[in-house]
T-cell receptor
């Protein structure tokens, strides 16, 4: 059974701090990894994709991938109350097939 | 929204009745998906399609059927709805972005089976 594990949270951080969200996956052959943000009552929206070991930065967001440890993380710098949402980790497990973690709920405190 | 429209957006129905949810896309994507999302379970794949009349089961396909007679439409049918099928249903497409393929989601359908 291929799995994606995330801490459900809530993860609470003060405004302006760095939020760190983590995800582990079981399928060693996975090559593509994604972070989605989902506001309550809304659909998931893509924030970042990452394919290579190391860091990938986009604005305030940094995705980090370590394939040897089967670990992917998302850092949000200068967290804002508008970042409060559930963050879903997704892993590509084959041709156009994906599995999702249950999500981590982030609360940014003003 | 990547040109994805789901209908209806909300539906309340009774146990034992048939229900069809529609997903319509405007950008000719080959791959389309149906997921359900429940608290504690995250997004779980019901069925997916890789072309007209080409579909396959996901991890939670029991009680659901799908059809894709046109590239732009992917229908999810609950033949006889049960209370356990109360959920939020998301349609998704997989878009090729250079060497990447990325999933984009519709707005979702909230289904209540009473």
């Amino acid at each position: 059974q291929k799995e994606v594990e995330q801490n459900s949270g809530p993860l609470s951080v003060p405004e302006g701090a760095i939020a760190s969200l983590n995800c582990t996956y079981s399928d060693r052959v996975s090559q593509s990894f994604f972070w989605y943000r989902q506001y309550s009552g809304k659909s998931p929206e893509l924030i970042m994709s990452i394919y290579s070991n190391g860091d990938k930065e986009d604005g305030r967001f940094t995705a980090q991938l370590n394939k040897a440890s089967q670990y992917v993380s998302l850092l949000i710098r200068d967290s804002q109350p508008s970042d409060s949402a559930t963050y879903l980790c997704a892993v590509n497990i084959g041709t156009y097939k994906y599995i999702f973690g249950t999500g981590t709920r982030l609360k940014v405190l003003a | 929204d990547a040109g994805i429209t789901q209908s209806p957006r909300h539906k309340v129905t009774e146990t034992g009745t048939p229900v069809t949810l529609r997903c319509h896309q405007t950008e000719n994507h080959r791959y389309m998906y149906w997921y359900r999302q429940d608290p504690g379970h995250g997004l779980r794949l019901i069925h997916y399609s890789y072309g007209v009349k080409d579909t396959d089961k996901g991890e939670v396909s029991d009680g659901y059927s799908v059809s894709r007679s046109k590239t732009e439409d992917f229908l999810l049918t609950l033949e006889s709805a049960t209370s356990s099928q109360t959920s939020v249903y998301f349609c998704a497409i997989s878009a090729d972005m250079g060497e990447e393929n990325i999933q984009y989601f519709g707005a979702g359908t909230r289904l209540s089976v009473l």
